[in-house]
């Protein structure tokens, strides 16, 4: 779940748009086997949204480290290939820390190109303290900043109240969870992954990240190289990832996400979002419910809209309702202050009440920034773009705040990393999910990547509004056909 102003993104990506290979028909791959699968004992799922699934459950131990100590058990299942023969396992990981993989399985298949679906089997699992696989936390209640609704912002202030909260919550909450807290980062997950690669009993899988399964991608691509057959990183994290770094990147990325959405929209809503973000500064907008829309709510609103293109058009029907809501000095329909509501996100330590977010982000990166760099983070943001764009690096900076170093770090891909075949690399210029610039300096981490650019927001692309893209990634995971070395992809937008 994680999330660079337009002109400096634009100004330093250098990339050539080129032709994408026409999607060849797949030459017969061998899927050889290399162990027995009988730890694995396959049955039908259970329920609708797994109909047509197959379900099992691996055990594996609760600490690599220390396999002696105990077990997990992890939910896993799989659609088989529609067609036979297969090129073996394609694996995904659909995203978080804390995104069920079990709950992800059926839409991330229908939504595979056929050709994909006929040639393998789509494989996932629920990671460590998510889904219906173990540890079970106790859930967990974290703090929203106490924020003015309007007028000028004391970023150290609030953010020192914050962290101040943040801390009192997270040590709660790891108090109630200390029997597991420390072995769910992504360090055990990967050992995870590979465990279950033998248990299908192959050779090598093709592994598909999205968001924060890049960074799953990552490490198990560091860990073990050998093991992958093909490597899709989409929507892309840093491969050097600290908790500082993301206070720091997340100074631009809404900024970057909103103008891009808005260049797409036109004119007339540039001016009707300068408008409506303007008088929020010093007014609140009344609804019909009895209550008011506050900058905070509208500005989390749109920031979670602007990051999947799909969902752009609510966006744009909002700020045309607050503009002429200003303009006619009338309240706000119920309907879109119920929209904003259940939708706004203000800052990024969202990961609801399940803790495996915190715990899992909180293993990998042991940094801890200070109020100070919070601050100064938040201070810049709220001068890029908007006064409310300041709290996501607020919330991204505190997501560890009171905790301690949580388990085994991953370690970072400060170097270069050469596959067999090397990945490709897929993010939109505009993403305020995973910014640009750490995809970029991840596909510079592998000797020989390909790097696909998305000259929109859309976080994880692949699948997604750009034909463009899916002509690059879909012969790659055929055939392992790598294109060219840079591929921009124009934005796609009625």
């Known amino acids: 779940m994680r999330r660079l102003l337009l002109a400096t993104v634009v100004s330093s990506l250098a990339l050539v748009a080129a032709p994408i290979p026409a999607l060849a028909q797949p030459a017969v791959e061998a899927s050889p086997r290399a162990e027995s699968s009988s730890s694995l004992r396959w049955t039908a799922c259970e329920g609708d949204r ?67 679906r006929d040639s393998f089997d789509i494989v996932t699992f629920d990671p460590r303290g998510v889904g219906e696989s173990q540890p079970t ?17 004391d ?67 560091q860990q073990f190289p050998q093991r992958l057959r093909a490597l899709v990183l989409d929507g892309t994290i840093s491969p050097t990832p600290s908790v500082g770094d993301y206070t720091r990147e997340h100074i631009w990325d809404d900024a970057t996400a909103i103008q891009t959405m808005l260049g797409a929209f036109g004119a007339r809503s540039k001016r009707a979002y300068r408008t409506v973000m303007s008088f929020l500064e010093d007014q609140t907008i009344p609804t019909e419910d009895g209550d008011v829309l506050t900058r905070w709510s509208v500005s989390g609103f749109l920031v979670n809209k ?13 700020i045309n309702e607050l503009y002429a809501a200003i303009r006619t000095s009338r309240a706000v329909s119920r309907d879109a202050a119920q929209r904003i509501r259940s ?59 009171g905790l301690p170093r949580l388990g085994r770090s991953v370690p970072p891909l400060a170097g270069t990393l050469r596959l067999a075949t090397p990945p490709i690399i897929v993010n939109s210029i505009g993403d305020n999910r995973t910014p640009w610039l750490g995809a970029r300096e991840t596909a510079n981490a592998f000797t020989g990547s390909s790097m696909v650019t998305y000259a929109g927001t859309q976080h994880v692309t692949y699948t997604g509004p750009s034909t463009c893209v899916d002509a690059a990634v879909t012969p790659y995971l055929l055939n392992r056909t790598l294109p060219p070395r840079s591929v921009a992809c124009p934005l796609v937008y009625p």
Not at 364 to 387: F, I, N, W
Request: aromatic share 8%.
């Open 50 to 116: 797994l109909k047509g699934a197959q379900c099992a459950f691996l055990r594996v131990p609760r600490d690599w480290a220390r396999p002696s100590a105990g077990n997990y058990r992890i939910a896993v299942a799989r659609i088989r290939a529609e067609v036979a023969p297969t090129r073996g396992v394609l694996m995904f990981n659909p995203g978080g820390p804390g995104g069920a993989g079990l709950d992800s399985l059926r839409f991330v298949q229908r939504g595979l190109p056929k050709e994909v």
């Open 155 to 221: 970023w150290e202030a609030a953010t020192s109240a914050y962290v101040e909260a943040m801390s009192a919550a997270l040590q709660e909450c790891l108090e109630v969870n200390s029997a597991d807290a420390e072995f769910v980062g992504t360090w055990q997950v990967i050992r995870d992954m590979d465990s279950l690669r033998r248990a299908l009993g192959v050779q090598k899988i093709s592994f598909w990240g999205m968001s924060y399964g890049t960074t799953v991608g990552r490490a198990y691509a």
């Open 306 to 318: 602007a990051a999947y293109q799909s969902q752009w058009d609510q966006a744009k029907q909002l």
């Open 137 to 153: 936390f106790a859930s967990c209640r974290t703090p929203q900043p106490d924020l003015p609704a309007t007028g000028p912002v």
């Open 343 to 401: 939708s706004a996100v203000t800052t990024r330590s969202d990961g609801g009440t399940n803790p495996a977010y915190f715990f899992v982000n909180c293993s990998d990166m042991h940094d801890r920034p200070s109020v100070r760099e919070l601050a100064g983070a938040a201070e810049q943001a709220a001068k890029v773009g908007v006064t409310p764009l300041g709290a996501t690096p607020v919330g991204e900076g505190a997501q560890c705040s």
